[in-house]
């Protein structure tokens, strides 16, 4: 019952730690998952920022570009005289980077791929007026804040926004020096917005994945434990059974060692007190057992032992203690067995092994006798005594009686 509960606790420490250990491990997987999306798409909208900047940077550099002023097309009222007249009186009108910026982001926006917005606390044109995520970065930026992010929603989308400064370069102060900028000021920020929409069903679903994937693998995983465990447990209980069976059994014969049965005579002893039952011994002796190891060798001898042994155990009971007592003797433990009883169930073993021949390998057929003491002891005769071993003396006092008196016979011990 201890062995059992040790096992239980056992199962249930082993069982805790691989839940815990795949625990971590999935949310580790959560965490990675969220941490290289959220990686990724500030990747892209840095990469967008970059283009952007680089962008600006050639149309300043420039000082602003020219493009033919055709239908549809606008000049920056924000800038003085935007216009020039070609001298075949094409007119084309100036593209500052500002005005660039933002007419590409509206080209973006109706390819729903991305926007950006170029914005500054100061801005010359009112549509580049932050709000309030920019306002808030633009401030940050003068408190050297190098970049700002934010995830949220709106119209059941998810959007991810990014801003960075820009810098006063030599190219921006033709139009931004009588503004008061001087080269290294923070001229204002652009910031860049990514609809993550998809990215995030994309998460979610791998997330998703991963619990079932995970889940599955620590059922998986338990029961493999479990099963390993029970058969580790099995296994351990076959050695341990086997170990105590060759603790109290005879190596050659297979039956029951001395030290076994003087444990079991002990305990039957006490029982037959108790319940005021008799009790009985035989003793026995295989007649001149010598001259099988002398003229057939040892291995005879140990086929002579193991035969008679497989003869007394098929005539005894299940409750009777067979044992092989050393050398060539025997003996047999009988509970609730009286005197007539005990000579009677010798007499059976001496004829069983007196009609039982031993055929050798090389096809040599041996007659085996046996002599045998038997002593049984009543109820009264039990109390008077204090020894249980004397019950075996007694037995073998008239195993002596038996080889002295001619061997192949019983006789019984008479106080």
């Not at 075996?392 to 011990?413: I, S």
């Amino acid at each position: 019952m201890e062995t059992t509960k040790l096992w239980q606790q056992f199962i249930r420490r082993i069982s805790l730690i691989i839940t815990i250990f795949t625990l971590g491990m999935i949310i580790g997987l959560f965490v990675k998952n969220i941490q290289l999306l959220n990686k990724e798409v500030e990747s892209r909208a840095k990469s967008h920022f970059r283009n952007i900047v680089l962008t600006r940077r050639w149309n300043a550099n420039f000082h602003g570009v020219y493009v033919k002023k055709a239908e549809g097309v606008q000049s920056n009222p924000y800038l003085e005289n935007p216009d020039i007249v070609a001298a075949d009186g094409t007119v084309f009108t100036k593209k500052n980077p500002a005005l660039m910026t933002r007419e590409i982001s509206e080209l973006a926006q109706e390819d729903s791929l991305y926007s950006f917005h170029i914005t500054s606390l100061l801005p010359l044109n009112p549509d580049n007026a932050p709000d309030e995520f920019e306002r808030e970065s633009l401030q940050a930026f003068e408190q050297g804040v190098e970049e700002t992010s934010l995830k949220g929603s709106k119209n059941l989308k998810t959007y991810y926004r990014y801003m960075a400064p820009l810098m006063v370069e030599e190219g921006c102060l033709e139009c931004h020096a009588k503004q008061g900028y001087k080269v290294g000021d923070v001229r204002g920020g652009i910031s860049v917005e990514l609809d993550i929409t998809e990215i995030e069903k994309s998460l979610r679903l791998n997330n998703v994945l991963i619990f079932i994937l995970s889940a599955f693998s620590l059922i998986l995983l338990l029961v493999l434990t479990y099963t390993f465990v029970r058969q580790l447990m099995k296994n351990i209980e076959k050695s341990q059974e086997l170990m105590k069976e060759l603790a109290v059994t005879d190596e050659l014969t297979r039956l029951y060692n001395r030290r076994f049965f003087f444990e079991k005579l002990n305990q039957e002893f006490s029982r037959s007190k108790r319940h005021q039952r008799s009790i009985a011994c035989i003793m026995m002796d295989i007649d001149f057992f010598k001259k099988f190891n002398d003229n057939y060798g040892h291995q005879v001898g140990d086929l002579v032992l193991k035969v008679v042994a497989d003869v007394i155990k098929a005539q005894a009971r299940t409750t009777d203690t067979v044992a092989r007592y050393g050398g060539e003797e025997f003996t047999v433990l009988l509970p609730e067995t009286d005197p007539p009883g005990a000579r009677v169930f010798a007499e059976k073993i001496r004829m069983a092994i007196e009609e039982k021949i031993v055929t050798t390998d090389d096809n040599q057929d041996l007659q085996v006798t046996m002599s045998l003491g038997v002593c049984a002891l009543s109820f009264e005769q039990l109390l008077e005594m204090d020894d249980e071993t004397v019950i075996v003396k007694f037995a073998d006092k008239a195993l002596y009686a038996a080889k002295e008196k001619g061997r192949n016979q019983v006789q019984v011990y008479q106080q």
